[in-house]
């Protein structure tokens, strides 16, 4: 059965740096997302991408965040300038077709960040 | 500000017993709804999902939906200790000029399932 990847499993890094976070979706699947969990909270909705392009974005996706499609299969999230609350699990998921209210999304494993 | 409420648990069922997870909506015109099961550690995986009014079932689970009382819940028949796990109710809200559909979770109810 066909799956949504992410690497890296756990990533640490120092402050003030860069990550970039890597998700390969589900091959026939056209939309993509990234969400972040919180240890103990709520999966939170971050950004959807569709066609190349940031279709919407929650208030949490600031300027310090990026997304890009860089090939045809990666889907990646940058954080440029790492803070501590950015410490978080990451998941991507994928999804057919987006646009249509019975889509169902599918998680990868997700990224765990911590930022030291 | 949509949100997506669950009784956060922990709730405790004996093996075999049916385990009741409830989930309220605050945006009235949600669309569709969907409940994932998620393992201390691990990520959502999609159990079911329901988009009309009244039950649907899937082997042990049956997700019920009323709409006017903005309320889902998930019924879990013959509860296994492979079971326990924490149950996140999800939403779709109402899309907003093109965008595509976004998930609103809840928080998650944590299910124990005593063998």
């Known amino acids: 059965e066909p799956e949504v990847t992410q690497t890296p499993s756990h990533q640490v890094t120092q402050m003030g740096q860069e990550v970039i976070l890597r998700c390969v979706p589900i091959?026939?699947?056209?939309?993509f997302y990234w969400y972040r969990q919180i240890l103990g909270q709520k999966v939170e909705f971050l950004v959807s991408?569709?066609?190349?392009?940031?279709?919407?974005k929650s208030e949490i996706f600031d300027d310090q965040f990026s997304v890009e499609r860089p090939d045809g299969s990666n889907f990646t999230l940058k954080i440029r300038s790492t803070k501590l609350e950015d410490s978080a699990m990451y998941f991507c998921?994928?999804?057919?077709?987006?646009?249509?209210?019975?889509?169902?999304?599918?998680f990868g494993p997700g990224t765990r960040l911590t930022v030291l | 500000q949509k949100e997506v409420e669950q009784n956060s648990g922990p709730l405790s069922v004996p093996e075999g017993a049916i385990a009741s997870l409830n989930c309220t909506y605050s945006?009235?015109?949600?669309?569709?709804f969907f409940w994932y099961r998620q393992y201390s550690g691990k990520s959502p995986e999609l159990i079911m999902s329901?988009?009309?009014?009244g039950d649907k079932e899937d082997g042990r689970f049956t997700a019920q939906l009323n709409k006017a009382s903005q309320y889902v819940s998930l019924l879990i028949r013959d509860s296994q200790p492979s079971d326990s796990a924490t149950y996140l109710c999800?939403?779709?809200?109402?899309?907003?000029?093109?965008?595509?559909?976004?998930?609103?979770f809840g928080k998650g109810t944590l299910l124990t399932v005593n063998p």
């Open positions: 998921a994928s999804s057919v077709n987006g646009g249509t209210p019975t889509d169902t999304q599918y």
């Open positions: 091959s026939n699947h056209l939309y």
């Open positions: 991408f569709y066609n190349n392009e940031i279709s919407e």
């Open positions: 945006d009235r015109v949600s669309q569709s």
């Open positions: 329901i988009y009309s009014n």
């Open positions: 999800a939403v779709n809200p109402v899309r907003s000029g093109g965008s595509n559909y976004k998930l609103t």
